[in-house]
């Protein structure tokens, strides 16, 4: 079977590496909802989802339909979608946006780890805040110049005169209208 729009290997790896982030982020924020349904109800006996019924609602419904976005954007990659490609960008530049806004507001905290005892919370934050840029930055760089490449943009059937092939092709179909009617 020939593809007439064969994949090259860095747009593969760049729609793996999307669905197993979300795979990771699925299974991360199951464990948090997992929790917060389960947590133990406070000395009236009402539980958080009783207590704060609109925080419980934005943390089960806005984190599924984010992953489904990017889920839909990895698969799109896969199929060469043009839209997938502008929201692949998308996506590394808010995780870009995002890993240095930690880098610049949160310094001393992301890179150095104290060394007096501090709380288990805290060293959890500066683990996921690590691995957040340690992940997401070098991966957002990537992305956005890999779908900036002119070879990646003509596998997703994207060239530099669109415009000026679409005018071509309505004028054609126009004249090609016209001639049917004589």
Known sequence: MDNPRPRSAG????????????AS????????????VNAPADDRGRHFYELH??????????PPLVLAACLRTAIGLFQLRPWARIGA??????AMLGSLCLIAFRP??????????VREVDSL?????????FMLFPASIWWLFLFRM?????????????????????????AGAHKAVI
């Open 53 to 62: 019924s609109t925080a419980f609602l934005l943390i089960a419904l806005v």
């Open 125 to 133: 934050r500066q683990l996921f805040a690590i691995a957040f840029v």
């Open 108 to 117: 001393f905290e992301t890179f150095v780890i104290p060394e007096h005892f």
């Open 89 to 94: 960008m998308v996506w590394a530049a808010v």
């Open 25 to 36: 982020v699925l299974f991360f924020w199951g464990y948090i909802l997992l929790n917060l």
């Open 11 to 22: 747009v593969t790896a760049a729609a793996t590496f999307a669905m197993l982030g979300c």
């Open 150 to 174: 002119k070879s990646v943009k003509a596998q997703f059937g994207i060239t530099g005169d669109e415009p000026a092939r679409q005018g071509a092709v309505e004028q054609s179909g126009a």
